[in-house]
């Protein structure tokens, strides 16, 4: 029997039912198509990649490119279309990469959401400040801001200091991975000044869990983003690299738990409590909103997990490539430790004290280039409520807007030679006429990044402390490879030779413990 004849078998009810499914079903697969030619139309017409697939989008050439292409790749498009450009992210998925000032401050003014990208990250970091949005978004804001208050921040210097007593000592050696060790040291400065949780985590050396379970969890999430057969949680989740991510997560929430598990031991002991200042996790278990409410057991634990991420690993990134593009530019790197040592003369120790931090005006020009040059976080990606007008064309609410910062800080109609390193790009007659927009490495606006001061003071003591004992040279049997994953990682690590200076008093190796 045909499916006609099987049709009219029916009983009249019935064939009347199938009948009205199937055309349901037709009027949407038209509507779709009508909607997607006009979606495929609107955003082909602009600027960007030609390579198309109908299964993969532009990416079809992408994936085929190692870590280190895929980075030339996208510089190079950000320079050939400085202002924006499009690609496809699968079929269905036009991004656009807003790369100047210009077409990226409208988006940054405004309390956008994040893209539906980030969704992929939920099964590590939950909805908490990074990922959250709308009135989730805005409460852990409004809760967590006294956490980076200046009286909170002050003694965490102090901390930066005993870590980084710890790190000097550890890297005496003719050559080293500077990556890896300063990624551990940033994990022990965040844990103990934001959890007051000590673990010898810097003793314990390169192969520590929780730093290669970070790394391997960002380059999944990148992974995913570039397969759009793994768009779907369900298909994502049945696949090897969908159980592979869900045990790491497991155990990065393992971690996270037993942090907080031993702060709430901690505070329960304590009778009564003594008198000490307040850190990111006192006053996550503290905070109540306008209704006495606080956080759960969940967002707790989404906020540890986001903040020891951010907290370590954007931050190593930073500083293992300000220090790599040192030990490529010695007459930077002395005129650093020039500044150190006539800041440091005739102490007793080495410590870059909380007063320090505002009279290292070089040193902190070198920084900001340091991230200028090499994006620590290259994109922010966020979804559109409502239609955004750039360079005449008019963004239909729901597009993937994707604010390009490497592409941004590359832009060479903003900066001049935007491929060499120049620390007297931000000395301050450089830069007092300049758009505040151009230079946006914690993003800007209302969504800028909480932990700004901090991750800028504890780069000033890492940094100044290791180039106060040491002087960089590369590497010349080491090839870097950059790899855009969540953050700009160098994929082969990063490679020094360190040679302790002559000059340089280390007085404090009785601090190691």
Known sequence: MDVATQLFSLSPTVRLVVIAVMTALTVQIIRWLVWYRSLFRFFNQLPGETDFSWVWGNLRKIRSYTSEQRTQYLLEYSKRYPKFFRLWLGPLRPVIFLNHPDTMKTLLKRSEPKSHIYKFTFPWLGEG???????????????????????????????????????????????????????????????????????????????HPYVQTVMQLTDMFSERGRNPLFALDFIYFLSSHGRKFKALCDFAHSVAENVIKARKERLEREEPPKKRHLDFLDILLTARDESGHGFTPLELRNEVNTFMFAGHDTTACAIAWTLYSLAQHPQYQQKVQEELDCLLEGRQSDDIEWEDLQKLEYLTQVIKEGMRLHST?????????????????????????????????????????????????????????????????????????????????????????????????????????????????????????????????????????
């Open 377 to 513: 976080v290259p994109f922010i990606d966020r979804t559109l409520t409502k239609p955004m007008t750039i360079e005449d064309v008019t963004l239909p609410a729901g597009t993937w807007c994707r604010l390009n910062i490497m592409g941004l800080h590359h832009c060479p109609l903003v900066w001049s030679d935007p491929e060499i390193f120049d620390p007297d790009r931000f000395h301050p007659d450089n830069i007092k006429d300049k758009d505040a927009y151009t230079f946006v490495p914690f993003s800007a606006g209302p969504r800028n990044c909480i932990g700004q001061h901090f991750a800028l003071n504890e780069q000033k003591v890492i940094i100044g402390r290791i180039l106060r004992k040491f002087t960089l040279t590369v590497d010349p049997n080491h090839k870097v490879q950059r790899k855009i994953a969540m953050v700009m990682r160098p994929e082969t690590g990063l490679r020094l030779l360190l040679t302790p200076r002559p000059a340089a008093v280390w007085r404090d190796r009785s601090r190691v413990v």
């Open 129 to 207: 400040l990074l990922n959250g949005n709308g009135p989730r978004w805005y409460r852990s804001r409004r809760l967590l801001t006294p956490a980076f208050h200046f009286d909170i921040l002050k003694p965490y210097n102090t901390i930066s200091n005993r870590a980084a007593d710890v790190l000097v000592h550890a890297v005496e050696k003719p050559s080293m991975d500077i990556y890896s060790h300063v990624s551990l040291c940033t994990l022990d400065v965040i844990l103990q000044c934001a959890m007051s949780y000590k673990d010898d985590i810097q003793l314990k050396g390169e192969s």
